[in-house]
């Protein structure tokens, strides 16, 4: 009997134990339902802004009426986009070197290596007729193969033009084939995170795709991104094969599948050498992608291209009219078919206002995402068109194709361990250290005044005084021994409601705090942890989730596991600001700016008092712009686990969710410890400082 009393009291403690923690259940937004279910609050919020840029720019379409119209347009295009890959650097000596030779069956090749940059190496296969030179050239940019050239259908692909008459160079894209960039130190049999798929190099350890998007970790704070590199080695490209004396510099063709038909898109768009073009399996309009799949990886993801009115369709308009054929599949799951016709038929109207409609041409192969051999012989036709002006049928047939080992151009099968080799992350530390000297020089001369300026303009991040107060709604009080803990829900101007907790004391005596913890604004909340301590000071505390962090981050995203983890849980929230030509820091710190506003007038007993702002994990870096932006505000500002500057970032080819605190352009005024000048060097406390390859929501110790 006394054993059924003692299970009896286990399991009354037990339920009363179990509904203590019901009642501390401190989530406070409701269960998500629709839409937003799927793509989480933040997301959701951003693909309202997206379709409201969409309308605008078709408006933007639909006026134009003449060809003096269309080139007007195009010009405005082209130099946005130049500007915001970050233009080009001067050309350098190619050093070009045929390292090998193949013969086929009516074609011969050479492997062949170049300098993009200096010290920064392209691997390439040139396929060349046997018949008398001079040849049209046609470049094939790949697509996201393991191993770039070597793959099949590029091979295939270049026979086909070979052996009707047209030299094709085809070259490994930087993160593919022979140039990956990323490179471990020990072998590895499969590519991180799967067992599925084994890499070209028992060095590469990262899917291409999550290479290229770590490349734009790199670049974004110089003002820059992966599609710079990208469509410079397409551009250098052209340099050898217009070079060589057996290529017809007037006749150039430029063809590409899926990440190639993006490369194609960007070369044929900017280049004018290219005459006639066909990028495959990526024309489609982009709210096609924002509504599906989200953005793409890393080089597809043009910072401001959305909000200036940039869509896809506008590589092919901004070449018009030069011949140009979009090559699409039915059953492409990424690029849907519904957009490109779309697209083609955006083209097919500015063609025609521009007086030559018979030059942009459309084939839909009923087949799914890739190079198929209908589109092969499609693209191959039209090169054959509009570059040897023949009209005969062109057909593949069965064309055997080389071993990757056959096409190796580097000594070692990775580039990058070529002696002299430089990476793209070394090309870029040199780029930020000259920075770091114009940097150094700016702040040296400047008043902290002109400078917060500076920074503001750059940042985008908007004065408290141009945020409209937000609404915001109590849902329940829980009461702890000695103060009391008040959900509310912050809804500020962009429509995102942001989850927060109100810690008061029985008896204020302390400060105003606002907590932010980008493990979320629970993970302190709990009996005993480090906001109660505060609490039980008499300090009045708000913890708060800002944007895509705890109850706003997204929880599961299916769509970006070739990330490998290494780009965090909201890369397409970063990714759909970034095209709306936001960061994820400005937004989060306007935010804070307006949580803090909420908390002092709310607060304070007379006028709005200053608040201590404690920030740890990655929301340090947005806490540190409002602090340097909107000083007065703050007391003291307590920033913890936060990464010592970007130019760590720049330099690092492997960072860990590092994408979400980049700010495009930042490095060209600004570096983190600006900010905290900025912010007042005594008010400012950093401690525990995080490495760029730690995960950036750790716990608090």
């Not at 650097?89 to 193949?102: A, Q």
């Not at 709306?580 to 908390?599: C, H, N, P, Q, Y």
Request: with cysteine.
């Amino acid at each position: 009997m006394n054993r059924l009393l003692s299970l009896l009291a286990f399991v009354s403690i037990f339920a009363v134990s179990l509904l203590s923690e019901a009642a501390e259940d401190l989530n406070v937004l409701p269960h998500l339902t629709g839409d937003a279910a799927e793509s989480g609050l933040v997301y959701h919020a951003l693909q309202q802004q997206a379709h409201a840029a969409f309308a605008k720019r078709k408006a933007v379409y639909e006026e134009l009426k003449t060809p003096e119209d269309c080139v007007a347009y195009q010009k405005r295009m082209r130099e946005f986009f130049r500007s915001q890959i970050g233009g080009f650097p001067e050309r350098t000596p190619l050093n070009p070197r045929v390292i090998g030779k193949l013969k086929g069956d009516g074609f011969h090749v050479e492997n062949v290596i170049y300098e993009s940059w200096p010290g920064h190496h392209v691997t390439a296969n040139l396929y060349l007729p046997n018949t008398k030179p001079p040849y049209p050239g046609v470049l094939v940019p790949c697509g996201h193969s393991h191993d770039g050239k070597a793959a099949a259908a590029y091979q295939r692909a270049c026979i086909l033009l070979a052996k009707n008459g047209m030299a094709a160079l085809c070259y490994d894209p930087i993160g593919q084939g022979e140039r990956y960039q990323v490179l471990s130190e020990q072998p590895n049999e499969f590519f991180r995170g799967g067992s599925r798929y084994r890499p070209p190099h028992p060095r590469v350890q990262y899917y291409c795709t999550a290479e290229h998007t770590l490349m734009s970790v790199s670049s974004i704070p110089l003002g820059s991104n992966a599609a710079r590199y990208r469509i410079w080695d397409g551009m250098r490209s052209i340099d050898y094969l217009v070079s060589r004396p057996d290529i017809d510099a007037k006749r150039i063709g430029c063809t590409g599948n899926s990440g190639g038909g993006t490369l194609t898109s960007y070369i044929m768009a900017l280049d004018d050498r290219v005459q006639s073009a066909a990028p495959v399996c990526y024309s489609t309009m982009y709210r096609y992608l924002v509504d599906f799949n989200g953005p793409q990886d890393g080089e597809q993801v043009i910072f401001g291209q959305l909000a200036y009115g940039m869509d896809i369709a506008d590589y092919t308009l901004m070449r018009a009219p030069k011949p140009t054929l979009i090559c699409a599949g039915t059953h492409d799951s990424t690029f849907k078919i519904d957009g490109t016709w779309e697209l083609f038929r955006e083209a097919k109207r500015f063609y025609t206002r521009m007086g030559y409609a018979e030059r942009v041409d459309i084939i839909e192969a009923d087949a799914p995402h890739g190079f198929t051999i209908q589109l092969r012989e499609g693209s191959a036709r039209w090169m054959n068109r509009w570059l040897l002006h023949k009209e005969n049928a062109i057909v593949e047939g069965d064309l055997p194709v080389f071993t990757d080992e056959e096409l190796q151009c580097s000594q070692s099968g990775q580039i990058l361990l070529d002696a002299g080799e430089r990476s793209l992350f070394e090309i870029n530390d040199g780029l930020n250290q000259q920075l770091a000297k114009e940097r150094a020089e700016l702040w040296n001369s400047g008043d902290l005044k002109t400078l917060r300026d500076q920074v503001r303009e750059v940042s985008g991040v908007k004065k408290l005084a141009e945020l409209l107060r937000p609404e915001f709604k109590e849902v329940v009080t829980l009461q702890r021994p000695g103060y009391q803990i008040t959900k509310l829900i912050i809804t500020p101007g962009h429509g995102v409601p942001l989850p927060a907790l109100l810690f008061q004391p029985e008896q204020r005596t302390g400060e105003l705090v606002l907590y932010l913890h980008g493990g979320g604004k629970q993970v302190d909340a709990g009996e005993g942890a480090a906001i109660e301590q505060r609490v039980k000071q008499g300090d009045v505390v708000l913890a708060i989730d800002i944007r895509c962090i705890g109850e706003t981050s997204r929880k599961n995203n299916r769509k970006i596991g070739w990330s490998h983890g290494l780009l965090g849980p909201n890369y397409h929230e970063w990714a759909l600001a970034y095209l709306l030509g936001d960061s994820m820091v400005k937004l989060r710190a306007e935010d804070i700016l307006l949580a803090t506003r909420f908390l002092s007038e709310t607060q304070s007993k007379a006028k709005p008092e200053p608040v201590v702002l404690t920030a740890i994990g990655e929301t340090a870096i947005p806490a540190l712009h409002a602090a340097a932006l909107e000083p007065d505000l703050f007391s003291k500002v307590n920033l913890s686990q936060m990464i010592p500057s970007w130019g760590e970032v720049v330099k690092t080819p492997e960072t860990q969710n590092q994408l979400i605190n980049t700010v495009h352009g930042a490095l060209k005024v600004y570096d983190l410890p600006e900010l905290i000048k900025l912010a007042g060097d005594t008010k400012v406390k950093v401690t525990q400082p995080a490495s760029v390859t730690e995960e950036l929501t750790v716990k608090a110790p």
